[in-house]
């Protein structure tokens, strides 16, 4: 398994952009797909962005597509997530995952290894 640690969450106003990054410890970091979930108050968890092992493959959910993107540096066990055109309903903690299968996958059940989260405030 790795350990995750999530950073750069914090509060932005509508429109605004953040970068997360989640720090990987492990050597096995590199074989790992990746992804980020959310969960907002009173809801359950859900996909945000998945890549695979190489970074030659991603997926988003609906709700972000075309205004979040996420990349990996292998070299230094991180993957990112930058958030652009922020709304309010991003509002979440939001959650660094890793799946051993090395796939991109949105499947929760899939991911054995999960960071603590880090909390995105989006004010209207």
């Known amino acids: 398994q790795v350990q995750l640690v999530e950073s750069g969450g914090g509060l932005v106003q509508a429109g605004g952009s953040l970068r997360l990054s989640c720090a990987a410890s492990g050597r096995t970091f590199r074989t790992y797909g990746m992804g980020w979930f959310r969960q907002a108050p009173g809801k359950e968890r859900e996909f945000v962005a998945a890549i695979n092992w190489s970074g030659g493959s991603m997926s988003y959910a609906d709700s972000v597509k075309g205004r979040f993107t996420i990349s990996r540096d292998n070299a230094r066990n991180t993957v990112y997530l930058q958030m652009n055109s922020l709304k309010p309903e991003d509002t979440a903690v939001y959650y660094c995952?890793?799946?051993?299968?090395?796939?991109?996958?949105?499947?929760?059940?899939?991911?054995?290894?999960w960071g603590q989260g880090t909390q995105v405030t989006v004010s209207s």
């Open positions: 995952a890793g799946n051993p299968t090395g796939w991109s996958t949105s499947r929760a059940a899939d991911f054995s290894s």
